[in-house]
C-alpha cells in the first residue's frame, strides 16, 4: 500500500514487519513438529490399520459372502499378522531413535495411540473374526475375550503412562509382545476353549505385575531376528510351502511358550532376591 507524506507529497511504501512472515504464515509451534521417531509411530499406527483392513476384507468379507476361497483367507491372515510384526518394528525403533536423536513432544503420545491400534485393536478384532469364521467357536464368547484383550492393552497403556518403574522392564507382559501371542493362539488352531482360555490368560499378563526386560541391546538385535523369522514361517505358511504349517505351528508354540517362560524366569529372579535380603539381614543381626 502507497502512503502519500503530507510534507513533501511523495509516495513511499511501508516496510514489512521484520516478526511477520513472508507467505503470511506463523513459523509452527515446536508442539506440532514431528521427529523422525514420530514418523517410525506413524508407520506402526498405518500397519496396524491395515492390518484390520486384511482381516476384514481376506477373512470376514469371503466369509460372509460364502466364497471358498480358502487361500485367500490363508494369504490375507498371513498379511494382518506380517503387518503387526512390521508394527513391532516400527515400535522397537522408534524407541531406539528417539533416544539417539530427538522427540518432539508428541512422542509419547503418539506411542501409546499407535500402540493401542497395533496391539490392541488389531488382535482383538482377529480374535472377533476368528469366534465368526472358526466352526466350533462361539461368536459372542468370542467377542468377549476380544473386548477383554483390547481393555487389557488400554488398561496397560495408561498404567504406562502414569507409573514410574525402575530401569530396564516393564511391568506387565509388553503390549507388542502380548498381540503376537494372541495371535500365535488363534493361528495355532486348538478347540476354542483352550485358545478363548489361552488369550484371556495373555491378557492377565498385559495387566500384571509380572516384570518383562525391555528389548535394548542384545534382546532387542533377538527379538528382531525373532520377528524376522516368523515373518518367514508366515510366509512360507501363506504361499503353502511344504512343510509351511508345521513350520507355522512351531513358531507360534514357541511364541506362546515365551511368553509363559518368561514371568516364571522373572518371578524365580524376584525370590532369589527375596532370599538374598534375607540372608544378609540376618548375617547382620549376628554378633
Known sequence: MTVIDPDTKAGWVPEADEESD????EDMPLSMRLSIADTLTLGNATCGFMAVYFTTTGILIPHLTGSDETGMARHSAATAVILMLMAAIFDLFDGLVARKLRSSPMGAELDNLSDLISFGLAPAYFVLVYGMVADDAH??????AAIVVLL?????????????????????????????????????????IPTLLAIVGVAWLMVSRVEYPKPRGILAVAMLGWIVAAMGLLAAWAFDAPGGQLLLQTGCVLQVVLGAVIPLFA?????????????????????
Open 22 to 25: 513472508t507467505d503470511g504464515t
Open 267 to 287: 518371578t524365580a529372579r524376584r525370590v532369589n532376591t527375596f532370599r538374598d535380603n534375607r540372608r544378609e539381614a540376618r548375617a547382620a543381626q549376628l554378633p
Open 152 to 192: 487389557a492393552v488400554v488398561l496397560r497403556l495408561a498404567r504406562f503412562s502414569c507409573v514410574t518403574l525402575k530401569d530396564g522392564m516393564f511391568q506387565g507382559m509388553p503390549s507388542p509382545f502380548g498381540a503376537l501371542t494372541v495371535v500365535s493362539i488363534v493361528l495355532l488352531e486348538l478347540p476354542f
Open 139 to 144: 461368536q459372542r464368547v468370542s467377542a468377549l
